[in-house]
């Protein structure tokens, strides 16, 4: 695909998620005001009429459509999506205070499934055809099924209810009595590990089954037999050749499976109650905090284009057969 095609795709799917960032929420049953007093008269909070008056002035939710769609746009531009509703605060601000946390697990859930993954294709494909294979091939297939959330209660059941080795929710230990930083860092990693490890038990699968295709393939290829004939040990022809090979048409794919992750933390914060923007994406939801939608919404679209437009550009210098095909589309 030309340069510039690629790139007008890329700008139109962004113009498409700009409109229905606005329309989305709006199309969720109830509202804000709604949502806060819980149901009316029977609701968790009381509101009279001026009060829900008041408070749609205050939010602009009674101006007409027409003006709230102007006035998002401007905020589009200026990166000011106005304040949370329910958070009473501004929405870059709120998205920058839960962002860390999110990108902390995605980040130890990235790595660890990359790593397992390419290893276990790798040594998956070299077993192949074998019971081996066969066993690893099987459980991957199988723990590919098995959605995140459920993963995730089911180590939080066993790991934090039953024998206690981790905390149940949270990000860290609130008021913790100590002043080492080494204290805060081991407290900070041992809530983090159960969100992690259902991230990566829920991507892992993904990258080994493609790994041990394209590792198989290659396998049977003319210069793997040449370099087993030249007498170069196995560890060699593991790495260099097959593992090089296989691994270059897996780059697009881990990086685009990195944005999938973020997706995927909405239910595993949800599940631990992990304070990031997946939980605070939820809460939006719940809560029909249409200015924290925005911004969420946005944000997460930015971030997996971003990865999409990375993958494309360094694809070439990894194969130079892509980059021939392009100079010679010019």
Known sequence: MPKNSKYRSYLLVLVFVIVLNFWLPRLLPGGPIESIA?????????????????????????????????????????????????????????????????????????????????????????????????????????????????????????????????????????FMRSDLWLDHALDIARHAVLPAFTLTLGSVASIYLLMRNEAVRVRHEPYIEFASAKGIRTSGILFRHIARNAALPLVTLIIIRMGALMAGSILVETVFAYPGVGKLLQEAILGRDYPLLHGLFLMMTLIVLLLNWIADLIYPYLDPRIAGNRGVQR
């Open 38 to 174: 819980g149901g009316g008269e029977d609701g968790a909070v009381f509101l009279t009429e001026a009060q829900k008056t008041a408070m749609q002035q205050y939010y602009h939710l009674d101006a007409s459509l027409g003006a709230q769609f102007v006035a998002y746009m401007k905020g589009l531009f200026t990166f000011d999506f106005g304040s949370s509703i329910l958070y009473k605060a501004p929405v870059y601000d709120i998205i920058l205070e839960r962002l860390p946390w999110t990108l902390f697990i995605l980040g130890i859930a990235s790595l660890c499934s990359i790593v397992i993954g390419l290893l276990a294709g790798l040594y998956s494909a070299w077993r192949y055809p074998g019971k081996t294979d066969r066993s690893l091939f099987l459980s991957m297939l199988g723990l590919s099924t098995i959605p995140e959330f459920l993963i995730g209660m089911v180590l939080l059941i066993a790991m934090a209810v039953k024998v206690k080795w981790f905390p149940l929710s949270g990000a860290k230990t609130a």
